[in-house]
C-alpha cells in the first residue's frame, strides 16, 4: 500500500488532454515539493516534473505539474502515442523523513 | 554528463547480505546539495525508495527497511554502496540508484539504468 495515492490506469486518444492524480497527507504533499516520473516500458524512470510544476530541459510543454493542499495532478495535453507509460508522483514525507512513492499510473493511448 | 551505474551480483540466496554498487560520473559527493538514493523496484510493482546519502554524509533511510540497510559512499571513489541483510524472495527487484540534486531539482533527476537482483536458492 503506497503513502500517495495514484489510480492504477488512465487512457486517452491522440490529441486528448488526460489528468494523473496523486492524493497525499499534510507530512508529505502539503508541506513537499512533488515530483513526477515517466518509465517507458523496460526503461528506468525519467524526471519529467519537479518542485511541483517545473519541466527540466527536453521535456515537452505538453506535460504541466500542479498541486493543491494534500493532492497533486500531472496533466498531459496533446495525447501521443509515446506518451504510452507508467507515471509516478513522488514526494519527501517529513513524518518518515524519507521519499514516498506513488502506486503508479499506468496510462493507454487508444 | 552525469552517469550513474549499479553493479551487484544478479543472484543471493535467502538470509544473504546483499552489496550493490553506484559508480557516477559527471558530479561529485563533495559539493554541496548532491546525494544519491537508492530506489527498488520488484516486477511489475511500483517504485520504493530505500536509502539517501548526502554530500555532508547525513543518511536516511526507508522506515520499513531500516534495521536492514546501511549506505555508505566513497567520494575518491565516486561510489556509493548499499548494503541489505538478510535477504528474502520478496526483495526480488530491480534495484536504481539516481542522483537527488538538493536544492536545484530536489529531485531524482539523473537515473542510472538498474540492475535486477533476484534472490532465490
Known amino acids: 500500500q503506497s503513502v500517495l495515492t495514484q489510480p492504477p490506469s488512465a487512457s486517452g486518444t491522440p490529441g486528448q488532454r488526460v489528468t494523473i492524480s496523486c492524493s497525499g497527507s499534510s507530512s508529505n504533499i502539503r508541506s513537499n515539493y512533488v515530483d513526477w516520473y515517466q518509465q517507458l516500458p523496460g526503461t528506468a524512470p525519467k524526471l519529467l516534473i519537479y518542485r511541483n510544476n517545473q519541466r527540466p530541459s527536453g521535456v515537452p510543454d505538453r506535460f504541466s505539474g500542479s498541486k493543491s493542499g494534500t493532492s497533486a495532478s500531472l496533466a498531459i495535453s496533446g495525447l501521443r502515442s509515446e506518451d504510452e507509460a507508467d507515471y509516478y508522483c513522488?514526494?519527501?514525507?517529513?513524518?518518515?523523513?524519507?521519499?514516498?512513492f506513488g502506486g503508479g499510473t499506468k496510462l493507454t493511448v487508444l | 554528463q552525469v552517469t550513474l551505474r549499479e553493479s551487484g551480483p544478479a543472484l543471493v540466496k535467502p538470509t544473504q547480505t546483499l552489496t550493490l554498487t553506484c559508480t557516477f560520473s559527471g558530479f561529485s559527493l563533495s559539493t554541496s546539495g548532491m546525494c544519491v538514493s537508492w530506489i527498488r523496484q520488484p516486477p511489475g510493482k511500483a517504485l520504493e525508495w530505500l536509502a539517501r546519502?548526502?554530500?555532508?554524509?547525513?543518511?536516511y533511510y526507508s522506515t520499513s527497511l531500516k534495521t536492514r540497510l546501511t549506505i555508505s559512499k566513497d567520494t575518491s571513489k565516486n561510489q556509493v554502496v548499499l548494503t541489505m541483510t538478510n535477504m528474502d524472495p520478496v526483495d526480488t527487484a530491480t534495484y536504481y540508484c539516481a542522483r537527488f540534486a538538493s536544492g536545484s531539482y530536489d529531485a531524482f533527476d539523473i537515473w542510472g539504468q538498474g540492475t535486477m537482483v533476484t534472490v532465490s536458492s
Open positions: 546519502i548526502d554530500w555532508d554524509d547525513d543518511k
Open positions: 513522488a514526494a519527501w514525507d517529513d513524518s518518515l523523513s524519507g521519499v514516498v
